[in-house]
Nanobody, 128 residues
């Protein structure tokens, strides 16, 4: 059974930082792209970052580019999202995701919310 567990969320002031983790189990972590999405109340789920399995190439939504960094540790089967210079509009539930087929990490991946496996999510709240 594929499981993704996101953690590391919390309450932070604007301008602060958080690092989210996504621990993955139940499949060959090394073989698949992993993404981070977020969903704010009343808004659609938004793809914000992804990282490929092989060359560790990344892509980011314009809304977080230059502030967020995605990375992965294949030995620990964990993907990280370092979030700096947080803004109130970053407030959302953050989810990690993957698929049972390999997908390329690119802007199409981030625009597609129809991924196969989702973690439970972790709440990030940024106060002004």
């Amino acid at each position: 059974e594929v499981q993704l567990q996101a953690s590391g969320g919390g309450l932070v002031q604007a301008g602060g930082s958080l690092r989210l983790s996504c621990a993955v189990s139940g499949f060959n972590f090394d073989d698949y792209t992993i993404g981070w999405f977020r969903q704010a109340p009343g808004k659609a789920r938004e793809g914000i970052a992804c990282i490929s399995n092989s060359d560790y190439s990344t892509d980011y939504a314009d809304s977080v580019k230059g502030r967020f960094t995605i990375s992965r540790d294949n030995l620990k089967k964990t993907v990280y999202l370092q979030m700096n210079n947080l803004k109130p509009e970053d407030t959302a539930v953050y989810y990690c995701t993957t698929d049972h087929l390999l997908k390329r990490c690119n802007h199409y991946y981030l625009r597609d919310s129809n991924h196969d496996f989702w973690g439970r999510g972790t709440q990030v709240t940024v106060s002004s």
